[in-house]
């Protein structure tokens, strides 16, 4: 099993839509969560942290399941602007040093 | 505004020479800095962890002679690229993260695309 999994997509949705991405992940120890957008050809910028309680920010809801180790991220009113891969990021720590662990991404693509 | 600053972000090179890139935090001390490699359409991959003073923590499968790790301060880590061949040519984006926060995302540079003719 990959340590962090998501579904490759592409997911084409209509402006306006909303969807949703899920990202599983195997470390039960795993402490924190990260939603990271990259555009073609671009680095990875971050989308927002993964809190316990679950966070919003504007269109976009991010929440954290530990019992079933996975993290989700809800993108409503979709733009022609979200057009870009979507990666699921899992820090965990060990002692005194951490470990970064991608998912693949998850590529969106909204359409008019 | 940017964090983390990478140089160049773009060279093209003749296979056999050597390219150093390099990556800065800005406003924070960093003493980990992390080097990936992305290949079209694919996703990131961890080349090394950079350490600051010590050397470098290098993944399965990459060649450490082959690219070469420096780490000199708390703010510059560079990768060389050394003996370039074409199957070099990828996109490479280091990140950092701020010293001491152990759950606090990762900032990327804006990536340095290689081609290696």
């Known amino acids: 099993r990959k340590e962090v999994e998501q579904d490759p997509g592409p997911f084409n949705v209509p402006e306006g839509a909303t969807v949703a991405f899920n990202c599983t992940y195997s470390n039960s120890a795993s402490q924190s969560f990260f939603w990271y957008r990259q555009d073609c050809r671009k680095e990875p910028k971050l989308l927002m942290s993964v809190y316990s309680s679950g966070n919003e920010d504007g269109r976009f809801t991010a929440q954290l399941n530990r019992a079933s180790q996975y993290i989700s991220l809800l993108i409503r009113d979709s733009k022609l602007s979200d057009s870009a891969t979507y990666l699921c990021v899992v820090n965990t720590n060990t002692g005194t040093a951490s470990k970064l662990t991608f998912g693949t991404g998850t590529r969106l693509q909204v359409t008019l | 505004g940017a964090v983390v600053s990478q140089h160049p972000s773009r060279v093209i090179c003749k296979s056999g020479t050597s390219v150093k890139i390099e990556c800065r935090s800005l406003d924070f001390q960093a003493t980990t800095m992390f080097w990936y490699r992305q290949f079209p359409k694919k996703s990131l991959m961890l080349m090394a962890t950079s350490n600051e003073g010590s050397k470098a923590t290098y993944e399965q499968g990459v060649e450490k002679d082959k690219f070469l790790i420096n780490h000199a301060s708390l703010t510059l880590s560079t990768l060389t690229v050394t003996s370039a061949h074409p199957e070099d040519s990828s996109f490479y984006i280091c990140?950092?993260?701020?010293?001491?926060?152990?759950?606090?995302?990762?900032?990327f540079g804006n990536g340095t695309r290689l081609t290696v003719t």
């Open positions: 990140s950092a993260r701020r010293q001491g926060a152990l759950i606090s995302p990762l900032h």
